[in-house]
């Protein structure tokens, strides 16, 4: 069974500086991750997704990384600004299905 | 496109009703999945659809029923609500399975007392 573990649960940091959210997975027959935000109250916005036969992802200010034979994704925001704060989730796919972790919430201070 | 659409928003339940929760998604996808968020907990898939009239169980299918006769649509039905039941659910879709993102829709945030 696929286990998905983000850490750390909570991250408090000050504006401008840049944030490094981490995704470890058991199984590493992986087809693809997912890196998602979810603001409070509100759905999932998908912000990257990086197949198993890539490295990294990259889209303005974020870089995903995954290195699937140690079972690892990162999730950098550079020059992190008060918008950024949120809950970020980071899902697994093994054929049809997506493991979540629990996810990481930001906060990003003025 | 609107996407994947879901309603009601918000819904309150008393022990032991039942209600149908609707997703419809517009992107003409094979695959939709229910899932369930427990606070601060991931996402648990609940069933799931490789297409019309096809569905099958995930992680957490206890009393939940779905089907699936269109490929837009594929509601979920709760029957004798539980306060367990009281989550925030999404619905998702996406092409096909594996290597295929997956779309999520706004999601239904449902209490139970």
């Known amino acids: 069974k696929q286990e998905v573990t983000q850490i750390p649960a909570a991250l408090s940091v000050p504006e401008g500086e840049n944030l490094v959210l981490n995704c470890s997975f058991t199984d590493s027959a992986i087809y693809n991750l997912q890196w998602f935000r979810q603001d409070p109250g509100k759905g999932l916005t998908s912000l990257l997704l990086i197949q198993s036969s890539q490295r990294e992802q990259t889209s303005g200010r974020l870089n995903a990384s995954l290195d699937k034979s140690s079972g690892r994704s990162t999730l950098y925001i550079a020059a992190s600004q008060p918008g950024d704060s949120a809950t970020y989730l980071c899902a697994v796919s093994n054929d049809y299905k997506l493991s979540f972790g629990a996810g990481t919430t930001v906060t990003v201070r003025a | 496109n609107a996407g994947v659409t879901q309603t009601p928003k918000f819904r309150i339940l008393k022990i032991g009703q039942s209600m149908t929760l609707q997703c419809t998604q517009d992107m003409n996808h094979n695959y939709m999945y229910w899932y369930r968020q427990d606070p601060g907990m991931g996402l648990k898939l609940i069933y799931y659809?490789?297409?019309?009239?096809?569905?099958d169980k995930g992680e957490v299918p206890n009393g939940y029923n779905v089907s699936r006769s269109t490929t837009e649509d594929f509601p979920l039905r709760l029957e004798l609500a539980a306060p367990s039941q009281t989550s925030v659910y999404f619905c998702a879709s996406s092409t096909a399975g594996g290597f295929y993102e997956q779309y999520f829709g706004p999601g239904t945030r449902l209490t139970v007392t």
């Open positions: 659809s490789v297409g019309a009239g096809i569905t």
